[in-house]
């Protein structure tokens, strides 16, 4: 087993990067996967080629096949590349390829063919060295098609709460928070699952801190809403946070799910 904090690595062709714990379980990523196949839909329906890449799928290839299952109903004709370093893993994934879904031995450098439209690497940078982050970002991005997007997020075990980094070509463009209702007193709690990029910068004087702190305060001011239910209660502290000022995207049809997404720059590392 594979110990956190690793840095990068990459020999001339060799994969680029290190074999993580791996540990996954079946429809852990259903909170992204319904962001994927929701608002951020109009990318692969757009799409050219519409490719799909799963970065470090884990030991089991289980959430790799449920996101290629998922967004066969955006796209009939997507194709998911499944990507693990560890070569064992990809033996194992091979018994489950089908038309449209095929599994690689490889790392950060993507080894398959053509320019992806999307890249999710779920609980993977999380087990890097934060001074490696900027370097990953930068050369998963520049294989993206143009209007493509790569996820760099993190989860609890069995996908109650997340956290995610959307990337395109320049750069971050927003981080989201998806938490089921009843997982949590209050929204800072999602702090434990921020990416790796942010997970050290919930102190005084940074803005997630700022944000994190505005989202307790606003869902602690929206309790009365409580009696409706906790997605009128969420929703109330959306439309706080949007009317004090905070760029949070979407509207109610995301915030009911126990979404939020906020602009990037309202949240980056000072």
């Known amino acids: ?107 950060f450098e993507m080894p398959v063919p053509g320019k992806p439209v999307i890249v999710r690497a779920f609980n993977v940078l999380r087990q890097y060295e934060e001074a490696d982050v900027a370097s990953i970002w930068e050369l998963v991005c520049a294989r993206l098609a143009p209007g493509g997007l790569f996820i760099d997020g993190t989860c609890d075990e069995i996908g109650r709460r997340m956290t995610w980094v ?15 209702f009843g997982s949590f007193e209050l929204p800072s709690e999602l702090a434990e699952r921020l990416p790796k990029a942010l997970i050290h910068r919930n102190v005084p004087g940074e803005r997630i801190y700022a944000f994190l702190q505005a989202m307790d305060q606003a869902w602690l001011a929206a309790a009365p809403m409580e009696s409706f239910g906790k997605r009128q209660r969420w929703t109330a502290m959306c439309i706080s946070l949007r009317d004090a000022g905070w760029p949070v995207q979407d509207g109610p049809a995301r915030w009911r799910l126990g979404e939020l997404t906020v602009d990037w720059m309202a949240v980056a590392p000072a």
């Open 166 to 180: 959307a990337l395109g070509a320049g750069g971050p463009l927003s981080l989201s928070f998806s938490a089921r």
């Open 1 to 107: 087993m594979v110990q956190k904090a690793e840095r990068v690595t990459g020999k001339r062709g060799k994969p680029v990067g290190n074999i993580t714990r791996g540990t996954t379980n079946p429809n852990r990523m259903r909170r992204l996967d319904r962001w994927l196949a929701g608002p951020q839909a109009w990318r692969l329906r757009a799409a050219v080629d519409p490719l799909v890449v799963d970065l470090g799928y884990g030991a089991s290839p289980a959430t790799a096949v449920e996101l290629f299952e998922r967004l066969q109903a955006v796209r009939p004709d997507v194709r998911v590349c499944g990507i693990e370093i560890e070569p064992e893993r990809v033996r194992v994934a091979k018994d489950l390829e089908r038309p449209g879904l095929s599994f690689h031995l490889g790392g």
